[in-house]
């Protein structure tokens, strides 16, 4: 354990702790760092790019814990009902989650193309429209998402006592029935621990949305990580830039603290 | 011999962070030599350095390249500073990078090397007036830059259109391409979003004027001044006509090698951007591209009445200093000396590798015959200006910077008013000028040389 703690400590530890303590700094990255309290937090509270990245990055973890997990539940479900081609569907859900991002995000934004692409032939600039790009951008990475929630419920869904199904099936009970009433309760735990996972990674989202948009047109895009970025390596401002990382952080940690609560009182093993 | 489960334990822990601490190592002086990071637009230019600018150096001391990804090496060279280390040459993106790490320490004051190898008389006094940090001597211009417009002469015969030289002949033209279905000003930020800079640059200096430009720069006239809320609303309603990139939409979408082939096809007319582009063009024009299509250029014209004919935007694309932890730093200027001096490598580079010039006095008779005259024509007008103005990204501090062509998107999309754009532009500013981190700009008046 001891090299693992020290590798941590030098790593995830110290780090931490620098953001916590450079987040009361006008640190700009370079040289020394000037304690300002909480001017950062003060400033962070009246800055209209923030709210506007906070609010993106709020609609951002609502179409995430909708869309994929719906699609997500029902891939896999459907794949508990067939019993041929079975592993080749599970590979095709998963393949693009392998793709390394920036090709997902470098193919997607040629095919969308106003100029050759999808764009072209609806008329619509998918990546330059104000109302269409946080969409746009959410579709991609919802494409290559998707596929690894179907294989995860699947993994959870094979782990219910299949006699239950026959019994609801004796009972009358159909599909629907069945999926509601035995599927979604056992996976529980499950569903409740993606729902965890996918509020914080939306709130630590970057790659997509850095690569297809950096943010715009116009902060149309902008999310958190992205002003991170900018205010630490464009403005020089890494002192604020911690600060935003903290808020990141603390919205993370009210998530993970809220969902420990719900499992410890509904005794889940996840 | 026999080994505790403790030091066993300790033993392992050690093991596991030696490559993790070797690898924050290593740096100045290590390994013998100098050490030099640096990136490339492309192989070719990466090849030239190194044969013209690395292994034909006989100073005193060898020269190790190390090249590093463009879009990391700022932040590479950071951290290796930071931690006490980096290059013996540290390469940086422009003035506002450079007061920092002078602030920090990391950089040798060049004082006594420019007396020795008479930087004064050899560099342009605007580029050594932007090298300073509250005074001292801290870095080179390693390359500097200008902004211009590159047109297909074809595209202009075919529509009988001549080169624009004032603002009405400009939008007249732009009325009639637009009217015709073609894109007037080839433009986009989809691949670079600071690239929105490059066009308030245009607008500031050529609409407002390089005076007023300047004398904001000093902190006398505000940037909410009328002056320069007419340059932007100038510059917004070219936007909102559709003559920058096709439409607000697609300015947002519009790559860079999209608009170089509008511009080699006809389908754009003008395009206004950095010197860079004479090079970043070249596969996209010619036999290179497969077509008989062929580009110019021509300087930037005023956008009012009272702003000289012709005024040069000029820019530091990148800044060369010696580290201050460096173990040979008389070797390291040497080294520099020999990247910033001669007149003839200068002008070979530029033909060659379409590198960027040292702000050296260069001459028609410096070029080789090889040369591309557009070239030639370019860098000697260049270095006789007479009137400069200020690139945004070389004399604006990082956030007012920042600031400028991130919301300039939000003018152009009509979130944010011309007043409020330059209201917060300037509250930003002015706590920059506060803390001393606007960069030294020379005056736009007199000889650049």
């Known amino acids: 354990m001891l090299p693992l703690i020290a590798i941590n400590a030098l790593v995830v530890l110290g780090p931490s702790l620098l953001a916590v303590y450079y987040s009361f700094t006008d640190w700009n990255g370079i040289g020394t760092a000037k304690w300002i309290g909480l001017h950062n937090y003060i400033e962070l509270a009246g800055d209209a790019e923030f709210r506007n990245a906070l609010w993106h990055n709020i609609l951002w973890t609502i179409f995430f814990l909708v869309v994929p997990m719906a699609m997500g539940l029902f891939g896999a479900y459907a794949l508990t009902r067939i019993r041929r081609f079975r592993l080749l569907f599970r590979v095709a859900y998963f393949l693009p989650y392998i793709v390394a991002s920036v090709i997902t995000a470098a193919i997607w934004e040629n095919l969308l193309s106003p100029d050759v692409g999808i764009g072209e032939v609806l008329h619509l600039n998918f990546l330059g429209s104000q109302t269409l790009a946080l969409p746009t951008v959410a579709f991609v990475n919802n494409w290559a998402w998707w596929g690894f929630l179907v294989v995860v419920f699947l993994a959870a869904m094979q782990g219910v006592n299949p006699n239950l199904y026959e019994a609801a099936a004796l009972d009358g009970a159909g599909p629907f029935r069945q999926f509601w009433s035995i599927t979604l309760p056992s996976i529980q735990p499950t569903f409740m621990f993606l729902g965890l996972m996918t509020i914080i990674w939306s709130f630590l989202s970057f790659d997509y949305v850095y690569v297809l948009t950096q943010g715009g047109p116009a902060g149309a895009t902008d999310v958190l990580s992205t002003l991170l970025y900018r205010e630490a390596f464009a403005s020089l401002r890494a002192g604020y830039a911690s600060a935003v990382g903290m808020v990141m952080a603390l919205i993370s940690g009210v998530v993970v603290a809220a969902y420990l609560v719900i499992r410890k009182r509904k005794d889940w093993a996840v | ?449």
């Not at chain 2, 540290?90 to 920092?100: F, I, M, R």
């Not at chain 2, 640059?201 to 004027?209: D, E, I, V």
């Open chain 2, 1 to 449: 011999m026999t080994i505790s489960r403790r030091n066993f334990l300790v033993l392992s822990g050690a093991t596991a962070l030696t490559p993790v601490l070797a690898s924050c190592g290593g740096g100045s002086g290590s390994g013998g030599g100098l050490q030099y990071w640096s990136a490339f637009q492309n192989q070719q230019q990466q090849d030239y350095f190194k044969k013209e600018r690395v292994d034909a150096f006989q100073g005193s001391a060898k020269v190790r390249l190390t090249v590093k990804p463009t879009d990391t090496i700022d932040r590479l060279t950071q951290t290796a500073l930071a931690a006490g280390t980096g290059p013996d040459l540290v390469l940086t993106a422009g003035p506002a990078q450079v007061a920092a790490y002078a602030d920090a320490g990391y950089l040798l004051p060049l004082e006594k090397y420019s007396q020795k190898y008479g930087w004064d008389s050899m560099l342009a006094p605007w580029a050594l007036a932007a090298s300073r940090v509250d005074g001292k001597l801290v870095c080179l211009p390693g390359g500097y830059e200008t902004m211009i417009m590159i047109y297909n002469p074809a595209t202009l015969e075919q529509h009988g259109w001549k080169v624009p030289t004032n603002r009405s002949e400009f939008e007249a033209i732009c009325t009639e391409a637009k009217a015709k279905g073609l894109m007037p000003v080839a433009s986009g930020n989809a691949d670079w979003r600071p690239a929105s800079e490059w066009w308030v640059t245009f607008a500031l200096n050529h609409s407002a004027g390089p005076d007023a430009v300047y004398s904001a720069l000093q902190g006398r006239t505000r940037w909410s001044d009328p002056v320069f809320a007419d340059a932007i609303n100038l510059l917004n309603g070219y936007y909102q006509q559709g003559w920058w990139g096709g439409s607000v939409d697609s300015y947002f979408t519009n790559t860079f090698p999209n608009l170089y082939t509008a511009l080699a096809s006809g389908k754009a007319v003008f395009m206004i951007t950095g010197s860079w582009a004479t090079s970043e063009i070249l596969p996209y024009f010619g036999a290179a591209a497969g077509n008989d299509a062929t580009w110019d250029w021509a300087p930037l014209f005023p956008l009012r009445d009272g702003v000289p004919a012709e005024v040069w935007d000029l820019g530091i694309g990148a800044t060369l200093s010696v580290n201050a932890k460096s173990a040979n730093p008389d070797a390291a200027a040497e080294y520099l000396n020999f990247l910033e001096s001669d007149p003839k490598r200068q002008a070979q580079g530029i033909a060659e590798a379409s590198l960027q010039p040292a702000p050296i006095q260069l001459s028609a008779a410096d070029f080789p015959e090889s040369v591309d005259e557009r070239l030639v024509r370019l860098y000697t007008r260049l270095s006789n200006a007479a009137t400069i103005g200020y690139t945004t990204w070389t004399f604006w501090p990082q956030q007012t910077d920042t600031d400028l062509y991130t919301n300039f998107d939000k003018v152009i999309t009509g979130q944010l008013s011309t007043k409020d754009y330059l209201d917060g532009l300037d509250k930003v500013f002015q706590s920059e000028l506060a803390a001393k981190k606007v960069p030294p700009a020379p005056a736009p008046s007199g000889p650049a040389k």
